[in-house]
Each structure stands twice: as C-alpha cells, then as structure tokens.
C-alpha cells in the first residue's frame, strides 16, 4: 500500500480555500509586523519563520499555480511549495517535476537532480511529508488537514546578496534541514536552487521491528 493510500482525501470547498488564503495573509501580515521584514517578505537575519496553510497537494503545474504563495516573492514561500511538490512524487513522478520546474525559474530539474530525488524518496515517500503538522514516526507521518509548514530563517539566511537558506523541520529528526533559493532581481522571485532536506529521518514506527 502506498503512502498516498494512507492519506484520507476529501474535496475541498471554494470557501474553505478563500479562508486558508486568508490564514496565510494574516500569518504574514503578522510577520512583517513583528520582525521588520520588508515587502518581498524577507526579514533582517533574524531567527524569524513563517507557517503555510494548503487545502490539498498539486498535482499540475495549474494547480500550484492556484496558490497565492506561487508568485514566490519571498524565499518563504518558495520554500514552503517545494516541500508540497514533493508530497505528489510517489502519486506522479513526471508532474512532480514539472512544478518543480516551475519553482526552478530560469532553471530546469536537471539529470543529476531527478536521480538524486529518486534515491532519497524510494521507498521512503513519507520524508516531505514529516515537514508537515500533525506528523510523527508514531502516526506514519501522516499530516494533519489542512496541510500545515512552518519555513525558519536565521541570522546567515542571506548573507550572500540574492541568495537565501531557508530552514524546515522533519518530525523524524533532531535537526533542522536546508532548503537554497535564488533570487531574480528584475522579477523579485525566489526560485528553488538546491534541495538540501532529503536526508534520511527515523523511519515510521509501523516499519521499525525494534518499536
């Protein structure tokens, strides 16, 4: 049984959408508030983070677009849609990488980086899902819904001008991992530059014999 079996579906209103979108403004209204960040939704090199709320996970490059945070004008953002995208490889490997294509800007998913995607989630498509609430190796890492991130910068995020490393937490390790964004000044987007959360975390209880 695959992982997405485990996940209970369900259609989401029109209405409930517009409220998460309004969650999202509110949550970084709120951050801007409270650390200084400018408008592109950077702070000062704080340790300062920010949560997204998603109704479901895409499975297009039309439905990523649907999001607001899409217009990946903070490193947040793009961020937080990376760890999402992941979620629909084992559903569909090639639209997975469309989208992550999409959050690539300029860029494609290289040879390298889809063998690299491959070996890290083989058997093992819970990990993006663990940056999500409500996961842990007791529940499988099955995500509460809404589906639920908090990205983290800290004060070295952006020591190199129009580059950032955003952190995101697994709930099946000690550590926090690492995500690298781009930024591409005559757009002001963030696009996704290199993976770097994809290392192997506790396995889910169900599949430790020494549980």
Do not use: H
Not at 71 to 94: G, H, I, M, Q, W
Not at 205 to 211: H, L, T
């Amino acid at each position: 049984m695959g992982f997405f079996d485990n996940l209970k579906n369900s259609a989401v209103s029109s209405l409930k959408q517009s409220t998460n979108s309004a969650v999202n403004n509110a949550t970084q209204n709120a951050f801007y508030n409270a650390t200084g960040g400018n408008k592109d939704g950077v702070g000062k090199g704080k340790n300062s983070s920010q949560t997204f709320t998603f109704s479901t996970i895409p499975n297009s490059v039309a439905e990523l677009q649907a999001f607001p945070e899409s217009c990946l004008d903070s490193p947040f953002k793009t961020t937080a849609l990376v760890l999402l995208v992941l979620c629909n490889y084992e559903r569909n490997e090639n639209t997975t990488y469309e989208m992550l294509d999409f959050l690539k800007g300029p860029e494609s998913v290289s040879g390298y980086e889809k063998q690299f995607i491959k070996e890290r989630l083989a058997g093992k498509y819970y990990k993006p899902f663990s940056y999500f609430a409500g996961t842990s190796p007791k529940n499988g890492y099955i995500p509460t819904e809404p589906f639920t991130i908090t990205v983290y910068e800290n004060p070295y995020s952006f020591d190199n001008e129009n580059w950032a490393i955003m952190w995101v937490k697994s709930s099946g390790a000690d550590t926090e991992r690492q995500v690298k964004l781009r930024r591409k000044p005559s757009t002001n987007q963030w696009f996704l530059n290199e993976i770097l959360c994809l290392s192997d975390i506790r396995i889910p209880e169900s599949e430790d014999p020494w549980a």
